[in-house]
């Protein structure tokens, strides 16, 4: 009971002990307008129904973006004031403040903007909201809470890649040639007669050197190659200072790579040791290699709702469970912060198989140890480094 209330109620029992029916008329009737009023603007903001335009929202960072929202007043009695406040979560916030004041009429309705600004990767909610008003004079409010929320997700960050990190010997994709079907250089079919603007490097020297004419090598065909990325953001294998800013670099690395290979109309998909925002899976994430826009948005989705695994779980287990449900033409791209003994155990594997690998760490210092013969290396410090990365890619030869 407010001190309003308090107050009147008083006066009506004083004017029991008063002579006079000008007395009695006046607080009676101040008394019946006032409780009167009261429930009437008590009922009608209880009856106000909230509706946004919509449910989900998909950004980049930086983007910006508005969600309306529209307030109908289905009664007969005027609300003079409804103050209305918006949740809306700190990474979200383009303003200092989501208050907004309104005047609605008998059946009315009005409809706000709520600007948005994505300013970090993750998955975010704006709303519910909070709905207040009360007599002309401010002497009663009242207060109810909107139902209603729309998930705003932050994909993460994107950075062009032009080669996809892998050099020219090696192919990386399907496309079309203007005169001739690709090959892939990795696997050698047999030998031929060698024919002018042949690469010098694709010489079979042994065949030439028996037959005593210049052979050169002959390659198996591309069919397609699909791209996969094995993603390592196990929190025990970084380092406590840069944990935050280093699995976020492994993410956007892994979001550039299904980008680029998206545009060139390959196959792709990722295999993650991570956690999920929106659920309990893991500690292996996958959404399988495929095609299309559809693929990458849910792709981008996964990206944005993944935290890191705290659970322990080996690199090999990671590994072991891509290699059984991709094909041998699918290039594997191991995004991690260092590639320990045992992973480089399971990575040389995977080469042994014929799988195509590249490995990017994510580290702020040069590797020490050595890696398997015949994986590609890049190391990723900056987030300016990603779009250089088949630039800076480089052949391991121990």
Known sequence: MSTWTRLLLVALFLALFFQGKVVYLTLYSLFAIYFGFRRLVRNALQRLTVTRDLRRMRLFPGEQQEVTVRVEHPGRVPLTWVLIEERVEADLQARPEYRFAISLKGRDASSIRIPVEAKRRGVYRVGPMTLQTGDPFGIDRFTVE?????????????????????PGSIVSG?????????????????????????PIRHIHWRATAHTGDLKVKRFEPVKHLDLAVLLDLAEERYKSWNRSHMAELAIEVTASLLWAASERR??????????????????????????????????LEGLARMGMDAGGTAFEHLVSTASREVTRDTTLFVITPELSVGGGVAVARLIASGFRVSLVEVRDDERSRPLPRGLRYSRVTHRSEISRLGGEARQALV
């Open 174 to 198: 399907s496309y079309r040639a203007p005169r001739q079907s690709l090959t892939d250089p990795s696997r050698v079919s047999g030998v031929r007669e060698y024919v002018p603007g042949d």
């Open 146 to 166: 909107a139902g209603g929320e729309v998930e705003v997700i932050v994909y993460p960050n994107v950075h062009p890649i032009g080669s996809l990190g892998v």
């Open 266 to 299: 390959q196959a792709f998909g990722y295999y993650a040791l991570a956690r999920s925002q929106s659920d309990a899976r893991g500690p292996i994430l996958r959404t399988g290699v495929r095609k299309g826009e559809v693929h990458l948005r849910a792709c």
